[in-house]
């Protein structure tokens, strides 16, 4: 499963292309006086300006060369903050090892919590060195909901997708799709990872690509 894009809000659109630019070095595919896109690997982001929220957030992940996560968490030294993952060992690397995966993760001017994830089940690693260039996709979205078994529910039998293998879905939390793709599902209130930050349900569009199908999502866009 691919994400193809990615369609989010954003109280301030100018603050959000400084970021994007000049922190991530992404280069701008579109922009006028309600959006802006970037490139991201093989991936579309987009920020629509909505001021009907003080601060909508959400979690998103990009997939990097599995060999370079060192290499990413020096590119990203000096312009952001990581986010510990574990306050008593003083870490900043998440070790998901069902998930065969390492990540770290830091925040944007919205305060949405991004990621860099490296997963060693695939065969994608670099010997250039690492720049935005090396981002492959974004690899997650988090959609949230108010029933996570119902929503995977519908998911799974609208859509060609199935539960991520590697996880077993819990009563709050689940993930669809794969290593290339993942819908990553949680409870309205539970706080996104490694933040104390809860999901909460705001507008946002998702492309989706399967070897089947190709989809929209649109979620929580009358709200």
Not at 15 to 43: C, P, Q
Not at 194 to 199: D, G, L, N, R, S
Not at 204 to 210: E, Q, Y
């Amino acid at each position: 499963m691919n994400i193809e894009a990615i369609e989010i809000c954003t109280t301030d659109l100018r603050k959000t292309e400084l970021f994007y630019t000049e922190v991530l070095n992404l280069g701008l595919l579109e922009k006028n006086k309600e959006i802006i896109s970037f490139k991201v690997g093989n991936t579309v982001l987009t920020f629509r300006s909505d001021k009907r929220f003080a601060s909508p957030i959400y979690h998103f992940a990009f997939n990097i060369p599995n060999n370079q996560l060192n290499e990413a968490i020096d590119w990203l030294n000096g312009m952001v903050y990581l986010l510990s993952v574990d306050t008593e060992k003083d870490s900043y690397v998440a070790d998901f090892s069902s998930w065969n995966a390492n990540a770290i993760y830091f925040q944007d001017n919205n305060g949405n919590i991004l990621e860099f994830i490296v997963r060693y089940d695939l065969d994608d690693q670099s010997e250039f060195p690492f720049t935005t260039q090396s981002i492959t996709c974004i690899s997650e979205i988090g959609i949230v909901t108010d029933d996570v078994s119902e929503c995977i529910r519908t998911l799974t039998e609208t859509h060609d997708i199935q539960l991520f293998s590697k996880q077993a879905p819990q009563s709050r939390f689940g993930a669809l799709g794969d290593d290339h793709g993942l819908l990553i599902i949680s409870e309205t209130g539970r706080n996104w990872f490694p933040t104390t930050i809860p999901a909460r349900k705001f507008p946002l569009k998702v492309m989706v690509s399967t070897k089947h199908e190709k989809f929209n999502l649109l979620l929580n866009q009358k709200l």
